[in-house]
């Protein structure tokens, strides 16, 4: 897609420090390390969002995704973990939209990298929760 960052770097249009590459997806070095090692997959598709996949294309790019994570674990390993995310949306996060999977190398607890999950256990009551499940289930196709 025109005026793609990720497109143009899937086209070689401008540089990027590249990891693995077949004919579906391309893995990179962010350019903003969160921790060494901190890689990007993409598909070779041009999607916005985890809203646009249709099943082929997410099977194909998120089935490289422990390839990657296993790479990435034999070259540093010295690693204690791996965090994989995929931000969704401005609110979520998400600064280019060329959907993306962050691969992010975990060393210690101080390694400037974390996630909040808010802790909200005990805050809705059965029926709520088994209405919130049935609304998302009944969606699901
Ligand atoms: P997001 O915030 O959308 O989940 O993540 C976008 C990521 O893309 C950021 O971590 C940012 O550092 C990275 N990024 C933005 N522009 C470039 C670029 O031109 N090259 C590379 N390699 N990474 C980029
Ligand atoms: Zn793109």
Known sequence: MENCIFCKIINQEIPSYKIYEDEDV????????????????????????????????????????????????????EIEGLNIVNNNKELAYQTVFHSHVHLIPRYTKEDDFSMHFGNHIGQQTTEELTEMAEKIAKQVK
């Open 26 to 77: 391309y893995a990179f070095l962010d350019i903003g390390q969160a921790t060494p090692g901190h890689t990007l997959l993409i598909p070779k598709t041009h999607v916005t969002d985890i809203f646009s996949y249709d099943h082929a294309l997410a099977e194909k790019t998120f089935a490289r995704l422990p390839k990657i994570a296993r790479a990435i674990e034999a070259a540093f390993p």
